[in-house]
């Protein structure tokens, strides 16, 4: 198997164009991929990678022997999920990703029970809020809210997730309920923002007697942490747009109250990404359809 993983280092050194970051998805030292390189170099006789100070950017030779060692993988991965459909005890690890609320608040509290179901199934969960480049971060499964713009990808719909506009009673105190969407975006009200670096302006997307509108909407506060918005919001200082589950508990306290009914956020979708190649793996399928009920069943109530 050393050949192997060898060929499994140079995919990731490949696409990550860092060998510290290749070895830290492949839960190896810095030391042992680049040992790794060398075996590989030292048996095919060639250079794979030319080294700079901090990258490394692959040889002719090295890009001719990506899209064979890809190849490799994926006919070995594929017999490995071919022989774990027949024999029923899928095995391996699955890479995870989702944004932070989705992800501790659904996915989070229902992979211990899954892990008791398949326990030779280890799942390595990542949070974040920000985009994510799936292919490049060796992700097997993304779960999202919205649309994702990757059409390389296998989509998979969980539900329609609802969507609310609210603030904390003491905000709607002092600065009144908005009447109007455009008393969003011209300063009148304070909106709270989730935006990660190199996002887009953002706008919220909201119903109107025309239709959907979108508006660029103003306020003092952004961060790529969805909960620290919601904190935010908590503590007055101004309107947020989220996933109705996550408010749910503060709206029927009253720690949060709705703004604007009428305008209501549109719904977005709530579903996963996986590589084409991933979609025979039978740990995928698994994960993802024991998931899917009870993350749609959470997200209507």
Request: proline letters at 7%; charged letters at 25%; hydrophobic letters at 40%.
């Amino acid at each position: 198997m050393s050949y192997f993983e060898n060929i499994r280092t140079f995919i990731r050194v490949y696409e990550l164009g860092n060998m510290s970051a290749a070895a830290r998805d492949q839960r190896i030292s810095a030391a042992v991929a680049s040992s790794r390189i060398a075996q590989l170099e030292e048996h095919l006789k060639v250079r794979l990678f030319q080294r700079t100070t901090r990258q490394l950017h692959p040889t002719e030779q090295g890009q001719i022997f990506y899209g064979g060692a890809c190849k490799i993988v994926e006919a070995v991965e594929q017999a490995e999920a071919d022989v774990e459909s027949v024999t029923l005890t899928p095995r391996g690890s699955l890479l995870v990703a989702a944004p932070l609320g989705i992800g501790r608040r659904l996915i989070a509290p229902l992979i211990p029970k899954f892990k008791e179901a398949y326990p030779l199934i280890d799942i390595r969960l990542r949070l974040s809020d920000r985009a994510l480049d799936i292919t490049g971060e060796g992700l097997d499964i993304a779960f999202f809210l919205g649309l994702p713009k990757d059409s390389a990808l296998k989509i998979r719909k969980i539900a329609d997730c609802a969507r609310v506009l609210c603030a904390a009673p003491a905000y709607v105190q002092q600065k009144g309920h908005p009447k109007s969407p455009q008393e969003l975006e011209d300063g009148t009200h304070d909106c709270l923002n989730l935006r990660y670096p190199g996002a887009p302006e953002f706008q919220w997307p909201l119903q109107t007697s025309d239709g959907t509108a979108k508006f660029a909407v103003k306020g003092p506060f952004e961060t790529d942490d969805g909960d620290v918005l919601t904190s935010w919001a908590l503590e007055g200082h101004g309107i947020i747009l989220k996933p109705a589950f996550e408010v749910q508990e503060h709206l029927k306290t009253g720690a949060l109250v709705p703004v604007l009914p009428e305008h209501a956020p549109i719904s977005v979708q709530l579903g996963c990404l996986y590589s084409h190649r991933r979609h025979q793996d039978p740990k995928t399928r698994l994960f993802i359809d024991f998931l899917a009920k009870p993350m749609a069943k959470a997200v209507a109530t």
